[in-house]
């Protein structure tokens, strides 16, 4: 062996095993070019939809910030799992984040036999934006409280009815969360269009809505109840069910997702960049606008509390029986 390319070798090998020993090896499958070719939002519901939107603004955000091209890739159909399935079998490398409802990850498990696994098949980036729904009612139902309706609701089991944007859908879940919780029998109206013209004339009796849409519609939906452990600060007047039904609790949210075995420093990137671009003055004054919180929270809080959701929207939808149509 040659003396002096032998040394080299050997200092070669001694800087690599400082180098794990000071945790600065390179993880398999990474490297510090990242993002080297433009990232793929999968975005699992049609352009134009609220959260369509909301992933537009973000990607223009992280175009920016990140120096490369942002895709958003619409592919809708099936509930979300047509999109979501594609991200899940996409190659772990931090070029395919999917934008995902909450139902997407935490009801459809339980709800569509699915050729992939929500839970173990993402890793959690970050919480986008969350909201709690409202419960609201007709003009024409007389009872004025939370309290009033469920005392109605116990002497007359069947005769109020609620509706749902569809078997499944989360106005579903929390209606039948909402019977489970106080012990009731409302009867259910599940709509393929909005349910909010029959919710308005009377023909229908209540509804689980985004509170944008119960603001827009002020006067012809009288709100109740915010399904949120607080009351929500922009509606300080509405209380919230909690206050009655202690743990009633369920937001609607958007959250971001990487395959599974995507590596830890291409996911702790894609949060990093995404909480600053959720922290910009233009992107809090929409979700302001649209009376919803901003999200931000690390992997390990976002995938904790999907966790968690999950478990409380599987037993709901196992005791209520809710199949899709």
């Not at 049609?46 to 909301?54: C, S, V, Y």
């Not at 005392?151 to 929390?174: D, N, W």
């Not at 229908?204 to 006067?219: H, Q, R, T, Y």
Request: aromatic share 8%; charged share 20%; proline share 9%.
């Amino acid at each position: 062996m040659n003396p002096k390319k032998g040394g080299t070798e050997m200092l070669r090998i001694a800087v690599f095993a400082a180098a794990c020993l000071l945790g600065a090896a390179p993880a398999a499958g990474w490297t510090d070019d990242y993002p080297s070719k433009p990232i793929r939002f999968v975005v699992p519901f049609p352009p134009g939809n609220a959260g369509d939107l909301m992933a537009r603004m973000l990607a223009e955000k992280l175009g920016a910030s990140m120096k490369q091209a942002i895709i958003v890739d619409n592919r809708p159909g099936a509930g979300g799992n047509i999109g979501a399935e594609f991200a899940a079998k996409s190659p772990p490398d931090g070029y395919t984040v999917l934008i995902a409802a909450s139902g997407i990850v935490t009801a459809n498990r339980y709800l569509y036999k699915l050729n992939f696994d929500p839970q173990k098949d993402f890793t959690p980036v970050t919480l986008l934006y969350s909201g709690a729904p409202v419960l609201v009612v007709s003009p024409q139902v007389k009872e004025a409280t939370l309290r009033d309706l469920i005392e109605a609701a116990r002497r007359r089991p069947g005769k109020f009815t609620y509706a749902s944007y569809g078997a499944g859908h989360v106005s579903h879940i929390l209606g039948e969360m909402f019977k489970q919780a106080a012990g009731i029998d409302l009867l259910h109206v599940p709509y393929k269009s909005s349910p909010l013209p029959d919710v308005m004339s009377g023909q229908v009796d209540m509804i689980f809505e985004s509170p944008l849409l119960v603001v827009k519609n002020a006067g012809k939906l009288r709100p109740l109840a915010v399904v949120s452990a607080k009351r929500n600060p922009k509606m300080p007047d509405v209380p919230a069910v909690a206050e009655l039904l202690p743990g009633f609790e369920v937001t609607g949210w958007l959250g971001a997702f990487v395959p599974a075995g995507t590596p830890p420093e291409t996911v702790q990137r894609l949060y990093r960049e995404l909480a600053a671009a959720i922290g910009t003055p233009e992107f809090r004054k929409r979700l302001d606008d649209l009376l919803l919180d901003p999200g931000g929270n690390t992997p390990e809080e976002f995938g904790a509390y999907v966790r968690a959701m999950s478990e409380r929207v599987g037993a709901v939808i196992r005791r209520g029986n809710i199949k899709v149509e």
